[in-house]
């Protein structure tokens, strides 16, 4: 089974830009979860989708969107870039079952590294 | 790859030695703890999970023990490698956050040969 992947790898933007991430989950996972890793933070929880519904936010500010598509896929985005949403962005995904209410190991892919100048 | 964090601490041990990696969950609520392995340039990689409902979980050349009483969890490898030197995260999840993960700081895990 091919793992989570997340496009693109890398991504340099300016300041007051906006930007997508995309990422698509494992096959037969039906819910995506996006972090922020930084060296100063560390990884910290931005959202988690689940059948195209946002169940879960993290503590960052409305500039930090996402939403997730029929197929499971999910996109994230950043609008008015600043310097310090310079980070490593990790998507992970987990199985979830039907009825959503559990929770499962997550699996993350390689992460997509935003530096913004 | 980028380095994943630039002040973590270090534990330096020798090849085939035990290693053991300490952690302080911060939450009496989280009942599910997992330990993830993030190589340089890579994206964190699943290695054990333990439910608050057990104290012990052993996988191939891993155990995680937890310690609900005083909030610790530790991550024991066997005969260290070096293809076990990167950045381990413990990772915990309170009952009812669905798949919200607090992460701890991480700890650099250095073998020489």
């Known amino acids: 089974k091919a793992g989570v992947t997340q496009t693109p790898r890398y991504l340099i933007k300016t300041r007051g830009q906006q930007v997508t991430l995309s990422c698509s989950p494992i096959?037969?996972?039906?819910?995506v979860s996006w972090y922020q890793q930084t060296p100063g933070q560390g990884l910290q929880f931005l959202f988690e989708?689940?059948?195209?519904?946002?169940?879960n936010k993290g503590n960052f500010p409305g500039r930090f969107s996402g939403r997730q598509f029929s197929n499971s896929r999910s996109e994230m985005n950043v609008s008015t870039l600043e310097l310090g949403d310079s980070a490593l962005y990790l998507c992970?995904?987990?199985?979830?079952?039907?009825?959503?209410?559990?929770?499962?190991?997550?699996?993350f892919g390689p992460g997509t590294r935003l530096t913004v100048l | 790859g980028e380095s994943v964090g630039l002040h973590l601490p270090t534990l330096s041990v020798q090849e085939g030695d035990n290693s053991i990696i300490n952690c302080a969950y911060s939450?009496?609520?989280?009942?599910?703890f997992i330990w993830y392995k993030q190589e340089s340039g890579k994206g964190p990689q699943f290695i054990i999970d333990?439910?608050?409902?057990?104290d012990k979980r052993q996988g191939q050349r891993v155990t995680v023990l937890l310690n609900k009483t005083v909030k610790h969890l530790s991550l024991q490898i066997a005969a260290t490698q070096p293809g076990d030197s990167a950045v381990y995260f413990c990772?915990?999840?309170?009952?009812?956050?669905?798949?919200?993960?607090?992460f701890g700081a991480g700890t650099r895990l250095a073998v020489h040969p």
């Open positions: 992970a995904s987990s199985p979830t079952g039907t009825s959503g209410a559990s929770r499962d190991t997550q699996y």
């Open positions: 096959s037969g996972h039906r819910s």
């Open positions: 989708y689940f059948s195209e519904t946002q169940r």
């Open positions: 939450n009496s609520a989280s009942d599910y």
């Open positions: 333990i439910r608050s409902n057990m």
């Open positions: 990772a915990e999840n309170m009952k009812g956050g669905y798949n919200k993960l607090i």
